[in-house]
């Protein structure tokens, strides 16, 4: 069975779920149906959250299982957060903006304004 399509292949739109189908008793229920929230992320972003669940959320056993490095984990993170929570790049790019005014009159040291922007910013 193919993976559920969340885009038409033709014009990129997003596509209605209208109809359900069941193979053993060959119904058909048709309507207009909603996804969950988790549909919106790609097959790779589904999996690392799999990946990350099953590891109970633990960084290092994502790193191991997937081979990738702590910063590549904490960044698919952010961009999965960014899908789930409906947050947009303007956001960032606000937060980073301030980052680098308190850095321009001396607020923030060049290391904690780096570590501001990696971390999102949001306490600074």
Known sequence: MNKRLKQCPVC?????I????????????KGRFTIGDLAALSVRQQEFVKVFICSGGNIKEVEKALGISYPTVKSRLKEISRVLCNRNEEYDDRNSLDILAKLEKGDLSVEDAVKAIKEGGNDV
Do not use: F
């Not at 990129?12 to 209605?16: A, C, F, I, K, Q």
């Open 18 to 29: 209208i109809e359900y189908h069941c193979p053993r008793c060959d119904i058909s229920i």
């Open 12 to 16: 990129n739109s997003n596509l209605d």
